[in-house]
């Protein structure tokens, strides 16, 4: 929260009791609003609660869910403390506790009372807190309480405290409310038990929660600025927020399955590298003249602290809380075995699994329900990926005044492959919904049209934005690693690398059968070529990937055993992700690099190994698939090379270890030449600006 004390123009206040408010409601409920508030930083939270500080500090230390307060309203008003140094405010409790006889003597004059019973395990401040049954409550009691100077409060059909006589937590607030100039207006208290009653009759903005007890709902004053929720607990305080619209909507959302950062053993960890999807999006959202927020999936049976956001240079973050179970059968398998075999164009992997299919969509309708609820009217929306396929016609329906657009960083399959989804149609007239789709090549954008030539409806409009790397950043780091002095070439050595993830559309079984042959046919090669795979697994539970796995390690023993030697073995095999400065230096140290993928979206990676080759004047060799976009960008200068021809995967590995030096120094500036994509930032900008100009209605859009 804020950490600002004094008021601003924009300043707003939410104040809220713990018990049943803050604390009460769904998961759901209560991650929306953390959510909310997280975003908002004009908005100031209060604690107003019967507990006393130890007891709030426990829970912040404890509960992820609960927002961080500004300040805290303890002991039911007798405390004020400053949350941020959690120092109690003298000068206010001071005048709140004028005339407090002390606890010793509050006790010792209420022993008379046996149907009292004090709650000897709270830790209590300026206060007696009993234990007192409904009809305990007499005026034999009370008036032994005000006979000591005190007032009192009783809530919850339980629980008997012993004030100071001005002490409730109306009075902390109003008095803390003039020492840091809120107005009324910018108040908005929220509660449930009886000893809150004081904080509505203030005459600022209220929420009184549905699960309230009756008798606050009975004795809070008639006034259009109280709203009688229809909602429990932390989801009757988002309604009287969007009474108010304090939270702020968003003019853009960005809709991915990932946040840009991950929550791995207790620490949020930002990526490492500058390039994906992932670091562009963050580096381009910062920009908060976009009025944006990122939309995301949290994995979890219990959510995280808040995540790093725009105080600390990141995009706002919006997190969609979803069970493990949920969230394996929507990605690890109606993601990864349907889905993504269509897009690798490997139909005859598709698996159909109804049951994980049902949590494709309910993911998927969650996901647009949570976008709509932070998108401002006519806002715009940015998808990616498949993994959202069915957000846009869930989102339309809820939200038609949005303009949404979606960016496939996959390759999109021919029509005919398309077709072969189980859920084709459901797919395709969702799709239909999309104002703008995005693609890396021509050929998926043609793809992409294709499957609406038998439709209703016009496809949606279609650019093809190809994403670029940060060259600036992947040089200063090559040149860091290594300073700027031409590097020598050892004449008989060569270095080969692949850097990739898991996955049979990368061909990596393909490449060790390749490099057998090689080395099979030609002895000369042995001991002198070594071949790094840089592979790291896929999240644990995905299981589309465990065949290429096995029969990866089983390729990579064999082609060891047969052509290894005590001082050489011809794979290097690395199965785990690397910090990108560590990539950088493999690429420095690969004479080849080597892409095979049987379809790849655009391929980043070699967009790296050139970029650092010729940011330290290095000569290198790139061999590229013809499946892979960049392919189509950089025309005839790689080595271009099919994977489904075995024979060719062998012909043009020979080629690239027996090219010169001399023809390697001309290759590598042949690439970095060609190399003429955006910088993903613009990259970004550019397709924003593209979906909002999508807006305009297509002749016989629905």
């Known amino acids: 929260m804020s950490a600002h004390a004094g008021s601003t123009p924009d300043r707003r206040v939410l104040v809220a009791d713990l018990d049943g408010t803050l604390l009460g409601g769904g998961p759901h409920h209560r991650q929306r609003l953390l959510d909310v508030l997280n975003q908002e930083p004009d908005i100031t939270v209060v604690f107003a609660t019967g507990r006393g500080l130890p ?92 006979e000591l100077g005190c007032s009192w409060s009783y809530a919850s059909g339980r629980y008997f405290d012993v004030l100071p006589a001005r002490a409730d937590k109306g009075r902390a607030l109003r008095l803390l409310a003039h020492m840091l100039g809120w107005p009324h207006r910018s108040v908005l208290v929220a509660g449930d038990s009886l000893n809150d009653l004081s904080l509505f009759r203030l005459g600022t903005h209220g929420v009184v929660v549905a699960n309230a007890e009756p008798a606050l709902t009975a004795r809070t004053p008639p006034d259009d600025r109280v709203l009688h929720a229809r909602s429990e607990g932390a989801a009757a305080v988002l309604e009287g927020l969007e009474r108010l619209r304090w939270p702020r909507r968003r003019s ?7 946040p840009p950062v991950r929550w791995v053993d207790g620490v949020w960890h930002e990526p490492s ?131 949404i657009g979606l960016f496939h960083h996959t390759p999109f399959p021919a029509p005919d492959v398309f077709r072969r989804l189980p859920a084709a149609d459901q797919l395709r007239d969702s799709l239909a919904r999309l104002d703008w789709a995005g693609f890396h090549t021509p050929d998926c954008a043609d793809n992409f049209r294709r499957i609406f030539a038998d439709a209703e409806v016009p496809a949606p409009h279609v650019g093809v934005h190809p994403l670029g790397i940060d060259r600036s950043a992947v040089a200063r780091l090559a040149r860091a690693r290594t300073g700027t002095r031409p590097h020598r070439e050892d004449r008989d050595a060569r270095s080969v690398l692949s850097v990739e993830r898991l996955d049979y559309a990368k061909a990596p079984v ?79 140290e690969a004479d080849v690099f080597w892409v095979t993928s049987l379809a790849d979206g655009m391929n980043l990676t070699a967009q790296e190994y050139i970029s650092a080759r010729h940011a330290t004047r290095r000569p290198g060799v790139l061999i590229l698939s013809r499946y892979a976009g960049v392919a189509q960008h950089l025309g005839t200068a790689p080595l271009l090379t099919d994977p489904l021809q075995p024979l060719d995967l062998v012909d043009t590995l020979r080629t690239a270890l027996t090219m010169p030096l001399g023809e390697r120094a001309e290759h590598l500036t042949r690439l970095a030449s060609l190399l003429r994509t955006p910088d993903p930032t613009d990259w970004a900008r550019t397709v924003i600006s593209a979906i909002r100009a999508s807006a305009a209605p297509r002749p016989g859009a629905r």
């Not at 853009?252 to 990932?258: A, E, K, Q, T, W």
């Open 510 to 588: 393909h490449k060790i059968r390749a490099l057998d042959t090689l080395l099979a046919e030609e002895p000369a090669l042995r001991e002198k070529v070594r071949y790094r795979l840089i592979c790291p697994p896929p999240e644990p539970g995905i299981r589309a990937y465990d065949a290429t796995l096995t029969e990866l390690q089983d390729a990579i023993t064999g082609v060891n055993r047969r052509w290894g030697s005590p001082h050489w073995q011809p794979v290097d095999y690395i199965p785990r992700n690397l910090d990108f400065a560590a990539v950088v230096g493999h690429y420095l």
């Open 55 to 146: 007891s709030v500090r426990a829970l912040l230390r404890d509960d992820p869910l609960l927002p961080r307060p500004r300040w805290i309203i303890a002991d039911v008003g007798s405390s004020v403390i400053d949350a941020e140094h959690m120092a109690h405010v003298r000068a206010l409790e001071t005048r709140l506790r004028a005339g407090w006889p002390g606890a010793r003597r509050v006790r010792a004059a209420l022993d008379r009372f046996p149907c009292l019973t004090y709650q000897e395990q709270v830790l209590q401040d300026g206060r007696c807190s009993y234990y007192l049954d409904p009809d305990d409550l007499s005026g034999e009691l009370t008036e032994a309480v005000e």
């Open 252 to 258: 853009l959302v960005v809709g991915y399955h990932r």
């Open 273 to 403: 590298s500058p390039n994906g999807v992932l670091p562009t999006l963050r580096a381009a959202l910062t920009d908060e003249r976009l009025g944006a927020v990122w939309a995301a999936v949290h994995v979890g049976e219990t959510p995280p602290p808040p995540p790093p956001g725009p105080a600390t240079g990141g995009p706002a973050l919006s997190l969609l809380p979803l069970p493990p179970d949920r969230w394996a059968g929507y990605f690890h398998r109606a993601c990864k075995e349907t889905l993504w075999p269509a897009l690798m164009s490997r139909p005859d992997l598709i698996r159909d699994h109804p049951a994980d299919w049902a949590d494709y969509e309910a993911v998927n309708t969650s996901f647009a329900r949570h976008i709509a609820s932070v998108a401002e009217r006519g806002a715009t929306v940015w998808l990616h990926d498949y993994n959202l396929w069915l957000v846009p016609a869930a989102l339309k329906a809820d939200r038609p005044d949005v303009t």
